[in-house]
């Protein structure tokens, strides 16, 4: 089964930024090709919020309002790696990120319980 990992979290001032990877691997003959990616976010006491998404098929990237014109979601599947840029950082940013694929030929979506496959997530934390 894809199996996928989260790198690039840590503590961070108010105003700064942060890159988030997402590396995938699997069996052999594993490709990212015709998986969609998401990004999920999870504070204490929250439940599970979509904060952005890429789709395979055509490229098309969806964002939370919280988060658009902030967050930016890359791929690289020749690399087997999606990346999340995080510019701004808010206080309110913080929580535990997780990355989500699904196969699919169907652009992505931001609602967790459609992902089928999850990393076991990164701790962003903003504060002075």
């Known amino acids: 089964q894809l199996q996928l990992v989260e790198f690039g979290g840590g503590l961070v001032q108010p105003g700064g930024s942060l890159k988030l990877s997402c590396v995938a691997s699997g069996p052999s003959g594993f490709t990212l090709d015709y998986h969609n990616i998401g990004w999920f976010r999870q504070a204490p006491g929250k439940g599970r919020e979509g904060v952005a998404c890429i789709s395979d098929s055509d490229g098309s990237t969806f964002y939370a309002d919280s988060v658009r014109g902030r967050f930016t979601i890359s791929r690289d599947n020749a690399k087997n790696t999606a990346y999340l840029q995080i510019n701004n950082l808010k206080p309110e940013d913080s929580a535990v990120y997780y990355c989500?694929?699904?196969?699919?030929?169907?652009?992505?979506?931001?609602?967790?319980?459609?992902?089928?496959?999850w990393g076991q997530g990164t701790q962003v934390t903003v504060s002075s």
């Open positions: 989500a694929a699904l196969w699919t030929f169907r652009q992505c979506v931001l609602s967790h319980s459609r992902y089928d496959i």
